[in-house]
């Protein structure tokens, strides 16, 4: 994976405009959940059957808490995983299976990489 480059696209905040336009932190946290690396962990997280945000719930936690926390944050970071995943060559599979590690999200989103052909 090697010179992956990531791909990213504007934030389409939807049902979370409130929070994306008055809260920094959620700015910050679209630029981190674009930083290559983390985009590596959610992709190796998906293609092992895990939710992507699991790969990164710890470092969420470690760099964005208390703010993270709350319950409407986290869908947000749902929503932004979503957004982040499908640039990257993934698509939605299932929501809510079991986060198993990093103690922020209790369910989340499933993703795998788009077969060939598709968009």
């Known amino acids: 994976m090697k010179g992956?480059?990531?791909e990213k696209r504007p934030y389409e905040a939807g049902q979370f405009a409130d929070v994306f336009g008055r809260d920094e932190e959620a700015k910050?946290?679209?630029?981190?959940?674009?930083?290559?690396?983390?985009v590596l962990r959610m992709q190796?997280?998906?293609e092992l059957g895990r939710p992507a945000v699991e790969a990164l719930a710890?470092?969420?936690l470690d760099?964005?808490?208390?703010?993270?926390?709350?319950?409407?944050i986290?869908?947000?970071v749902g929503h932004m995983t979503l957004q982040v995943m499908e640039a990257n060559g993934f698509e939605?599979?299932?929501?809510?299976?079991?986060?198993k590690v990093g103690g922020l999200f209790q369910r989340a989103s499933l993703y795998v990489r788009k077969t060939e052909g598709e968009g």
């Open 28 to 38: 910050e946290v679209w630029e981190f959940l674009h930083e290559r690396d983390n």
């Open 4 to 6: 992956t480059k990531v």
């Open 63 to 72: 760099r964005f808490a208390p703010w993270i926390e709350q319950p409407r």
């Open 74 to 76: 986290k869908r947000m």
């Open 92 to 99: 939605f599979r299932k929501k809510g299976a079991r986060v």
């Open 58 to 60: 710890k470092r969420l």
């Open 44 to 46: 190796t997280a998906s």
